[in-house]
């Protein structure tokens, strides 16, 4: 049997929001932490600089409370390069 990981929801910058696209990981700088998008601005299941496949885009632009250009979007760990 082969354990496959499934895809991370996520925040990541609007621009970087593209079916397909590769990128590396970097969670959005903010330091508020009674936010409702916490949990995917903060996710617990990636690392800075993890290199992710965009898999689908959810959200295309958050309500950010800060005002950051941010995207919600499904996110698929890759092997490093």
Known sequence: MEVVEAPVEAALPSKM???GLIVHYRPPSCELSDCRFTPICRTKWLRPGDR???VE???A???C???LDLA???LL???PS
């Open 17 to 19: 929001a593209v079916e």
């Open 52 to 54: 992710c496949k965009v």
């Open 57 to 59: 885009v959810l959200e």
């Open 61 to 63: 632009r958050l309500p």
């Open 65 to 67: 409370p800060r005002g």
């Open 72 to 74: 919600q979007a499904r």
């Open 77 to 79: 760990r890759l092997p």
